[in-house]
């Protein structure tokens, strides 16, 4: 398991929760989707981005996802909507 830091802008805070799916995909691992979910959201917002920092835990079997790497993602945040991450 891997550690994901993200923010989410102020306006979509109401669509995300503590629990929610995350599917990630690493810039140098083509191809590769990685499963998680959210696993804390801060309660600060901070008053310059207007986000709040955010954490998931993300399964990384084969160990290929490292500290430091680029990836993007979405948390699932309804039936049908998803909200796009950069980490």
Do not use: C, S, W
Not at 38 to 60: C, G, M, Q, S, Y
Not at 64 to 79: D, E, K, W
Request: hydrophobic residues 45%; charged residues 25%.
């Amino acid at each position: 398991i891997v550690h994901a830091d993200f923010f989410v802008p102020e306006r979509d805070l109401a669509k995300i929760r503590v629990g929610a799916p995350v599917q990630m995909r690493a810039d140098a691992l083509t191809g590769r989707v990685y499963n998680g979910e959210i696993e804390l959201i801060h309660t600060a917002l901070d008053p310059k981005t207007r986000t709040v920092e955010t954490h998931a835990e993300i399964k990384n079997p084969g160990g290929l996802l490292r500290f430091g790497m680029a990836i993007r993602g979405v948390v699932q945040t309804g039936a049908q909507n998803r909200l796009g991450l950069r980490v």
